[in-house]
């Protein structure tokens, strides 16, 4: 028996044979089971609270709230319009048909996402997930008691069944959670996997289950970044103007030196003193040293580090609205950013949570969680582009009525965009049929054409043409005698 299965066991023992989502392990019971778990014959042992083979953080999730989010500027302009995008999407059930997405539908399972804890809401789950991954590249969620529960991300831990860098198989054995940390005294609690909603959307390529924050690879950046704002501050803080060199002669004693530089610091020192006229005393020899921020390209440099830090996060330029993005934009520039911001980032991260967040609630096997971006403002195109989508769609659907296909059918498949959806009524076009084609149903009777009567508004007959005819007639008579 595995250790998986024995603390399963374990489990269904404490709450009696239903295993219940909301009964959680203590961290005795996880050490009483894991005493008896071997691999391949070589057993495994924890001591204290310890886990073995545990695969966490490799950095400080609170280094990256406080030295990026929270002291960044463009750190944070970065990940709150991801945030705001992201927070904006509701979720539906999706029917799948043949393997093709159908339509949209809810039902009262989604009200675990609408409403995932008290006073919570759909945007604000999405906007703590969103803020997870981007500092901590994982988020973690919970259903205990009818509720979903968030879980701060470095402090949990994936426990594995065996190391990953010693055995073929290692897999997911649990999710150990250790409020403060996992140096700290306090009741941990152990997830299973199926009550854990894991959602990781940039693996980390050194880990095999951890996920990698967008922020890892531009570490230094964000470095630079600090530094290139510092020395703003700086420049402000010592003078607001180029630095100066002031040399003396041999002739000034060292007390006569420090008075001046006080006298100096104190009058010309800080941006509240800038552009102030300098007077120098006899022997005093000023010149300037170092670049003003123009004479340095500053703008430029710090740019540059800034759209790096934009690529990393997905998010373009002119989106954060930074100085980069702003010098050539134009609406059309917007539009394509916009676009390629829903497109290249917005969908992806929707998908891959709605299949995180699947197996917390209950999703019909004809069907998949999806989420319904229609009423997102932000993704809605021009109203030009729309009318124009209109109009293409109104004469695709015009072409395939005449072609012989049924309305509804027609209709069903162009919202779908799938074009097996289609049905065909049997009925084709004049131009589609062979020549001399007749058609094999029976014509309606004809209708007998009954002679109308004189009326008195008809001329009367001609008394000529009457005697004409009743000679006629009396001609052709032959007579039997």
């Known amino acids: 028996m595995g250790w998986l299965e024995r603390v399963r066991n374990t489990r269904t023992e404490l709450v009696g044979t239903t295993l219940q989502a909301e009964s959680r ?14 691999f391949s014959g070589v057993p495994y042992a924890t001591y204290g609270t310890s886990v ?47 393997g093709r997405p159908g339509d949209l539908y809810g039902t009262p399972a989604l009200a675990l996402l609408e409403t995932p804890w008290p006073n919570g809401t759909t945007g604000e789950m999405l906007a703590r997930m969103e803020q997870d991954v981007s500092l901590a590249g994982n988020a973690y969620l919970v259903r205990e008691s009818g509720r979903l529960r968030r879980l701060r991300p470095d402090w949990v831990q994936i426990i594995l069944t065996a190391p990953p860098n010693e055995a073929v198989q290692s897999d997911v054995a649990g999710y150990l959670y250790t409020p403060g940390g996992y ?3 306090t009741n941990s609690v152990v997830y299973l996997p199926e009550e854990m909603a894991h959602w990781s959307p940039i693996p980390d390529p ?33 003078a607001a103007t180029p630095n100066l ?5 041999e002739s000034v004693t060292k007390e006569q030196f420090e008075e001046f530089m006080n006298t100096m610091n104190s009058a010309h020192q800080g941006a509240s003193n800038a ?15 170092g670049a003003d921020m123009k ?12 759209t790096r830090i934009c690529a990393a996060g997905g998010v373009p330029p002119v989106i954060v609205g930074l100085s980069e993005g702003l010098q050539s934009a134009t609406y059309s520039n917007y539009g394509m950013a916009r676009r390629k911001f829903g497109d290249h980032w917005a969908r992806p991260q929707w998908r891959s949570a709605c299949a995180a967040l699947a197996k917390l609630v209950r999703v019909p096997s004809d069907s998949r969680l999806w989420y319904d971006d229609r009423d997102i403002a932000f993704l809605r195109e021009d109203q030009k582009d729309v009318a124009d989508i209109f109009n293409k769609t109104a004469s695709t659907m015009k072409m395939f009525v005449d072609a012989g296909w049924t309305p509804d059918s027609v209709v069903t498949a162009m919202t779908n965009e799938d074009l097996t959806l289609l049905e065909h009524s049997g009925l084709y076009s004049v131009q589609l049929q062979p020549p001399g084609t007749v058609s094999d149903k029976t014509p309606p009777p004809a209708i007998p054409l009954i002679p109308a009567e004189p009326s008195d508004a008809d001329p009367p007959a001609d008394p000529a043409s009457a005697d004409t005819d009743e000679a006629s007639t009396e001609g052709t008579d032959e007579n039997p005698a």
């Open 183 to 185: 140096q700290a005294v």
């Open 295 to 306: 004479q340095l390209d500053f703008k430029a440099t710090q740019g540059a580090g800034e």
């Open 245 to 249: 060199a002031i040399s003396f002669k």
């Open 52 to 98: 073995a083979n545990p695969e966490q953080d490799d950095h400080s999730f609170t280094d990256y709230v406080q030295n990026g989010y929270k002291s960044d500027g463009v750190i944070f302009a970065v990940i709150l319009s991801r945030m705001l995008l992201f927070s904006e999407a509701r979720f539906q059930l999706q029917r799948m048909r043949k």
């Open 206 to 238: 050194e880990a095999q289950y951890r996920g990698m924050s967008w922020l890892t690879p531009v570490v230094r950046e964000i470095a630079a970044d600090q530094a290139a704002t510092n020395h703003k501050l700086r420049f402000f803080k010592n």
């Open 25 to 38: 392990m203590s961290v005795e019971d996880l050490a009483a089971a894991w005493s008896q778990f071997s």
């Open 275 to 289: 552009y102030k006229t300098l007077y120098l005393g006899g022997g005093a020899d000023v010149q300037v040293i």
